[in-house]
């Protein structure tokens, strides 16, 4: 295979997967939204219960005691509580790739010259207030870990 198609392919297979990782991202949140939302605090209370039960009944001298349960719903909970952390960073890794990619257009933008006819007269640069615009990706990942 020739070395340009070779790069054609590498370049639409990065083409998909950045399409992948939207679809991935986007499904994500809506996971997230779903989850939060279907826990309500008489559905928390009946799981606890139910799983109190559960490990009541299994209880094997020596193999599940009371203390072991504690510790691997413990590590559940962390290790889901990582993983909503990393994805957080990936949304906010991201964000600021945009960011950049807005930023170096709009300085493409600038340094050509425009005609002297096209040019506008100097304005002002609006102001965006900060709530308007939003909060920052390392900021939305702060408050995206806190949850």
């Known amino acids: 295979m020739k070395f340009g198609a070779l790069q054609r392919r590498v370049k639409r297979c990065e083409q998909v997967m950045a399409v992948r990782i939207g ?6 949140g809506v996971l997230s939204q779903v989850w939060r939302q279907g826990w309500s605090p008489l559905r928390i209370v009946l799981v606890g219960l139910a799983g109190g039960f559960i490990a009541g009944k ?6 599940v005691n009371g203390a ?17 952390a990393a994805f957080a960073t990936v949304v906010a890794a991201q964000a600021a790739e945009t960011a950049d990619d807005a930023a170096d257009q ?6 050509q010259p425009a005609p002297a006819a096209a040019r506008p007269a100097a304005q002002p640069a609006p ?12 900021e939305a990942a702060t408050e995206m870990s806190e949850r």
Do not use: H, I
């Open 127 to 138: 102001t965006v207030d900060t709530e308007l615009r939003g909060p920052r990706p390392a």
């Open 23 to 28: 679809e991935t991202q986007d499904n994500w």
């Open 106 to 111: 709009t300085d493409e933008a600038t340094e």
């Open 58 to 63: 299994l209880e094997v001298p020596g193999k």
């Open 68 to 84: 072991r349960w504690l510790q691997m719903v413990g590590s559940v909970s962390s290790l889901f509580a990582s993983a909503q």
